[in-house]
């Protein structure tokens, strides 16, 4: 597994494509060398279809597709020598592990010794050996995955596409195959493209992640300006930043506040006029007694207790969620229709341009 293709990063230039009713619009993109990117995005949005395009499975309506210094947007899929790894594993049913992993080398017509020492290699990077006499249809979710992953990487792949890999795991068999999955980037320095609706898993995986919805690509981030940045309503619902609002930008004193409800929150900001805001719910602070800073008062409409964190449900001007801890609440009744103080750190208001 020693000799591998020089890594190069791979750029996509406003790229469209309908098929059906759907519609690819206007993506552009540079994954660079050697990179974990994870496209996130719910269902529906276009990731398996981004993901066959870049594999060279459907050509683009419009756009092109670069890797490293060539076009490669006409490139039909063998010649790209891009790895897919299919959601559903996709593994040849009639074909033995062992036979299934060396399938596309034996293609190429690689001697036996050659075959046989890449084998070992992928093998052993995988964690399989004990599996090469087993079929498909013997092995558990997690031994497909490793399967399908060895026979994407026995090719030397430029660049491997994982559509959706784990998500027909149990979450224990999961976490350990992310961290696999983690560990093989460490070692093979492979440019990857991980297609995933989990954000947990994208947070996890992802050097940077890419949210797709609707077809169009709505932001590029690390996982911390995703997170905790997002820049449109859409980005912020989908990240899980439940409480987004609407205001103008308003300047007083040399400082910047938003309006909720009746009060004024300050924030930090570059952004003047009219602007979206979002909090999420556990940056709110819930207390009994009034606290300095952005501080709201507002009554408590409902309370859902969760494992560790209760979900409360405020009237504050605007309904807000706050997320508790358990703990923290002592002294502070959140029973419906108490009257609680909500406290938000300019730093955990998110303001983004309204468009
Ligand atoms: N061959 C096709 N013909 C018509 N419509 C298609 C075709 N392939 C995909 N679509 C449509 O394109 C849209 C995007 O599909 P895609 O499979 O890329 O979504 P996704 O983001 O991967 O979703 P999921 O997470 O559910 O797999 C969907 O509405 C789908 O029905």
């Given at each position: 597994m020693k000799e591998r293709l020089p890594v190069r990063s791979l750029r996509l230039f406003r790229i469209t494509k309908k098929i059906g009713?759907?519609?690819?619009r206007d993506i552009s993109l540079e994954v660079f060398?050697?990179?974990?990117f994870v496209i996130l995005g719910p269902t529906g949005a276009g990731k398996t279809v981004l993901l066959e395009v870049i594999a060279g499975m459907h050509a683009p309506d419009a756009g092109e597709i670069w890797l490293g210094e060539e076009n490669i947007t006409a490139w039909p899929p063998e010649k790209r020598r891009f790895g897919f790894v299919y959601q559903d594993y996709a593994l040849f049913p009639h074909l033995n592990v062992r036979e299934n992993i060396v399938f596309g080398l034996k293609n190429k017509k690689l001697p036996p010794d050659e075959i046989k020492r890449e084998l070992e290699a992928v093998v052993s990077l995988l964690g399989v050996a004990h599996l090469l006499r087993r079929l498909p249809y013997t092995l558990s979710g997690g031994e497909q995955q490793r399967v399908a992953v060895a026979r994407a990487l026995i090719m030397k792949p430029r660049v491997l596409l994982l559509d959706e890999p784990l998500s027909a795991l149990d979450p224990c068999t999961k976490e350990m195959l992310q961290q696999e999955l983690k560990r093989l980037h460490q070692l093979t320095g492979t440019l990857i493209i991980h297609v995933t609706h989990d954000f947990e898993e994208a947070l996890y995986l992802g050097e940077r992640i890419g949210v797709i919805m609707g077809g169009k690509l709505l932001q590029v981030g690390s996982p911390e300006e995703i997170f905790t940045r997002p820049r449109t309503a859409a980005v912020a619902r989908f990240v899980g930043a439940e409480n987004i609002y609407y205001s103008d930008i308003i300047l007083r004193g040399g400082r910047k506040y938003v309006s909720l409800g009746e009060a004024l929150l300050q924030v930090e900001t570059d952004l003047t006029g009219r602007a979206g805001f979002s909090v999420r719910p556990e940056q709110i602070l819930v207390s009994s007694l009034p606290q300095p800073g952005n501080c709201l008062r507002g009554k408590v409409l409902a309370v859902y207790p969760r494992r560790?964190?209760?979900?409360?449900?405020?009237?504050?001007?605007?309904?807000?969620?706050?997320?508790?801890?358990?703990?923290?609440?002592?002294?502070c009744s959140l029973a419906p229709g108490s009257t609680v103080y909500c406290t938000i750190p300019p730093a955990a208001i998110n303001v983004f341009p309204h468009y």
């Open positions: 009713e759907f519609q690819l060398p050697g990179e974990y560790l964190l209760t979900r409360v449900i405020i009237d504050a001007g605007e309904r807000l969620v706050a997320l508790v801890v358990a703990r923290e609440d002592k002294g």
